[in-house]
């Protein structure tokens, strides 16, 4: 059983960075797909980020050129550098591991963290 943990979040100013991280347990067959999703209050959880087991990063409109997904496959370890944080950043993120080629597609997704909270606001 593969059990992704997020970690990282917390309140920051409008224009701060924070950088998250997912560490995963247990190791899903290689090779695996990793992706960041955020959920704001009362609406559908988005896709923000993915990269795949080579490396090859994909994201969403709303964050290319502020934030920068990276792994480390030794650790099983999934980041997520966010600058530039604006409020509409607010969300909770979760780490998600899947077996199929990178997507933005949350079920192609098969192993999900509890999430963690990140406030932009002054």
């Known amino acids: 059983q593969v059990q992704p943990v997020e970690s990282g979040g917390g309140l920051v100013r409008p224009g701060g960075s924070l950088r998250l991280s997912c560490g995963a347990s247990?190791?899903?067959?290689?090779?695996?797909?990793m992706a960041w999703f955020r959920q704001a209050p009362g609406k559908e959880r988005d896709f923000v980020a993915a990269i795949s087991w080579t490396g090859a990063a994909y994201y969403a409109d709303s964050v290319k050129g502020r934030f920068t997904i990276s792994r480390d496959n030794a650790k099983n370890a999934l980041y997520l550098q966010m600058n530039s944080l604006a409020p509409e950043d607010t969300a909770v993120y979760y780490c998600?591991?899947?077996?199929?080629?990178?997507?933005?597609?949350?079920?192609?997704?098969?192993?999900w963290g509890q999430g963690t909270q990140v406030t932009v606001s002054s």
């Open positions: 998600a591991v899947g077996t199929n080629d990178a997507s933005m597609v949350t079920s192609d997704y098969n192993y």
């Open positions: 247990g190791r899903p067959s290689n090779p695996y797909t």
